[in-house]
Structure formats: C-alpha cells, structure tokens
C-alpha cells in the first residue's frame, strides 16, 4: 500500500515557477510507474506528466519543454518542476503511482493510488 503526500502549490504570476513534490509517506516508490494529473473545475482531469521506473519521460503536449517530471527513488519522492506558467495551467494537481505498469502510463484509471491535489493558481 502507497501513501502519496503533495506539496508545493500555490498562486503565482504568468511566466513563474512553482515545484510540486509527491512523497510516499508509506511503502516504498522504485517498482511503480508514477504520473501527474490535473483538473481544473468542471473537466476531467488530464494527464500532465509521466515517469517509468526506470525515469523514462513522457508529457502532454501544452507543458513540453515547460514542465520537468523526475524521482528520486532512494528518497521515495517524485516532483514536478512548473516553468513559465501560464493562466491555463491553473489546476488542482494529482501525482499518481501505479503498481500494474512499469513504463509510461497516460492513463489515469490505470493508476493505483492518488496523491490528495494541490491548488496550483497562476493569475495574468
């Protein structure tokens, strides 16, 4: 069983950094596929990012070259590095990590535990 922790959101300006950080306060993250999702109000939420275990990388289109996924298996911890942020990407922000895959997983019902979201609100 996973817990996973976030922190990091909060309100910044168009064009400002914000890094989401994802801990797994129970269990252990280095044989899961992990992901960040986000959703605005009134959408579904949208795969934002994605990491295998072994740090392959993968990302929606809207935040390529923007946004950096990345783990540190020896701390159990995933982050998610915001730059140049845009109104658009104001979201509450989910990691996820999944037991079943090993490699990219886009999907969210292919994800296993949830992270509880965080605002992140970027204002014009």
């Known amino acids: 069983q996973v817990q996973l922790v976030e922190s990091g959101g909060g309100l910044t300006q168009a064009g400002g950094s914000l890094r989401l950080s994802c801990a797994a306060s129970a269990g252990t993250l280095s044989s899961y596929s992990l992901g960040w999702f986000r959703q605005a109000p009134e959408t579904d939420r949208e795969f934002v990012a994605a990491?295998?275990?072994?740090?392959?990388?993968y990302y929606e289109d809207s935040v390529k070259g923007r946004f950096t996924i990345s783990r540190d298996n020896a701390k159990n911890t995933m982050w998610v590095q915001m730059n140049s942020l845009k109104p658009e990407d104001t979201a509450v922000y989910y990691c996820?990590?999944?037991?079943?895959?090993?490699?990219?997983?886009?999907?969210?019902?292919?994800?296993?535990?949830w992270g509880q979201g965080t605002q992140v609100t970027v204002s014009s």
């Open positions: 990491a295998s275990t072994n740090s392959v990388t």
């Open positions: 996820a990590a999944s037991a079943k895959w090993r490699g990219i997983v886009i999907r969210p019902d292919q994800y296993d535990y």
